[in-house]
C-alpha cells in the first residue's frame, strides 16, 4: 500500500469524538480506536505542514495526513494527553522555575530540528505547547512556519502572535532562527510571571537569558537554538535528570520505582564488568549492551528512537510498541546467549 494509500485510508476511518474549537477536532481512528486531532487551517500552510511530516523528534507533534479540499486543508495529527502552556497557566497552576527551563528546554530540541532542516516556527506561544501527563514538552501548530530565505531582506506576510512575536515579524527584517529564540525567551517569562517581560520581567540568571533572547536587535540575541539551550541548562544543572524516562514523571511512586530500577542497573553493570579476564572483555561488552542500553532505548523510546529510526518512523503508536518490545526482549535473550558462551 502507498503512503499516500494509507493517509487516504486514515482520514476515511477518522471519526470526530468531540470538537476543541470551530477548526480543531478529536477523532478516534475507527480500525484502532487510537485519537487524533484534526485541524482545519488555510492552503497557505500546507507546505509547512509538508515538511513538518518529513521531521521526527520527541518534542515536535508528529503529523500524519493532510487532506486537500483545495480552498482548505486538514491536517491529522497525533494526539497527546496532557495540557497546553496556556491552559495550565489559565488554570492558576504554579509553573516552577525548574519545570519552566524543562521545558523551555524541550522546546530549543524540537526547534533545533526545524532550524537544522532550514525551517522557523515563527509562532512559539503559550497556546502551541503542550505538555504531556509524563512532563515532555511538545510544539503542536506549524500553521505559519517558513522556510528561511537567504536572499529575502523581509517576510512576505506579517503574520505571528501579538507579545511573542519578534520585530522582525512586523517588516523590519527577515524573521529566522533567531525570531524563535526571541518567542522562546518571552515563553519563560510568561511560564514564571504569567505576563511578559515588558509587564513584569524575570530577574537573576533567568532574567538574564530572558533578556538576550528579547533583544531588539537579533545580533544580540543567542546566535543559536542550541547555544541558548546550553545557557538553560547552565541555570538548571539537574535539568537533564528530567530527560529520563521515568524520572521525568509527575507521579513520586513512578519517579521512586525509576531510581531503584535504575540503581539496579549501576549494581548490574558492576557485578558484570568486576573481575573480568582481559579476553573477555570483548563478549562482556556486548552482552553488557544486550541486556542493558539496548532494551532500555526499545522500551522507553529514549531520545525519541521509535520515530527517527527508518524501519519504525510513521508507524501508529501500538505498532511501534509492540515492535520494540520484541527487539528489547530479543535483545535480552541474545546477550545471555553472549554470556552464555564465556568460559569460567
Known amino acids: 500500500m502507498t503512503n499516500s494509500m494509507t493517509n487516504e485510508y486514515l482520514y476515511e476511518n477518522l471519526r470526530t469524538v468531540s470538537s476543541f474549537n470551530d477548526k480543531t477536532k478529536l477523532c478516534i481512528y475507527e480500525p484502532t480506536h487510537r485519537l487524533f486531532v484534526v485541524k482545519e487551517a488555510e492552503r497557505s500552510a500546507m507546505p509547512g505542514y509538508e515538511a513538518m511530516r518529513k521531521l521526527a523528534s520527541p518534542h515536535l507533534a508528529r503529523i500524519l495526513c493532510i487532506k486537500d479540499f483545495g480552498d482548505r486543508i486538514e491536517v491529522v495529527r ?29 522546546v530549543c530540541d524540537g526547534l533545533s530540528v526545524m532550524h537544522r532542516a532550514g525551517y522557523v516556527h515563527r509562532d512559539i506561544t503559550a497556546n502551541n505547547i503542550i505538555v504531556s501527563q509524563d512532563g515532555v514538552a511538545k510544539i503542536i501548530d506549524f500553521g505559519i512556519m517558513r522556510c528561511f530565505a537567504r536572499n529575502k531582506c523581509a517576510d512576505t506576510v506579517i503574520l505571528g502572535t501579538p507579545g511573542y512575536a519578534a520585530p522582525e515579524q512586523f517588516g523590519f527584517s527577515q524573521s529566522d532562527a533567531k525570531t524563535d529564540i526571541y518567542a522562546v525567551g518571552v515563553l519563560i517569562n510568561v511560564m514564571l510571571t504569567g ?36 545557557a538553560i541548562c547552565g541555570v538548571n544543572p539537574i535539568g537533564f535528570v528530567k530527560l529520563v ?7 513520586p511512586l513512578v519517579i521512586a520505582a525509576s531510581a531503584i530500577g535504575y540503581l539496579f542497573a549501576v549494581l548490574l553493570t558492576y557485578v558484570i564488568f568486576v573481575d573480568i579476564k582481559p579476553g573477555d572483555i570483548p563478549k562482556v561488552a556486548i552482552g553488557w549492551l544486550l541486556i542493558l542500553p539496548i532494551p532500555f532505548f526499545c522500551f522507553c523510546n529514549f531520545l525519541g528512537i521509535w520515530d527517527w529510526l527508518p524501519f519504525s518512523k510513521g508507524a501508529p503508536k501500538r505498532t511501534q510498541r509492540t515492535v520494540y ?3 528489547g526482549v530479543m535483545s535480552i535473550f541474545i546477550g545471555l546467549m553472549v554470556f552464555g558462551t564465556i568460559k569460567k
Do not use: W
Open 245 to 251: 524516562p521515568g524520572l521525568r514523571s509527575r507521579n
Open 195 to 230: 505576563g511578559f517581560p515588558n509587564e513584569r520581567k524575570v530577574s537573576g540568571s533567568v532574567g538574564k537569558i530572558i533578556g538576550k533572547c528579547i533583544e531588539i536587535d537579533s545580533r544580540y540575541r543567542y546566535a543559536s537554538i542550541a547555544e541558548l539551550k546550553e
Open 78 to 106: 497525533e494526539y497527546i494527553q496532557g495540557e497546553t502552556l496556556a491552559d495550565m497557566i489559565a488554570k492558576g497552576k504554579r509553573i516552577i522555575p525548574e519545570t519552566a527551563l524543562k521545558i523551555a528546554a524541550d
Open 325 to 327: 518490545t520484541l527487539l
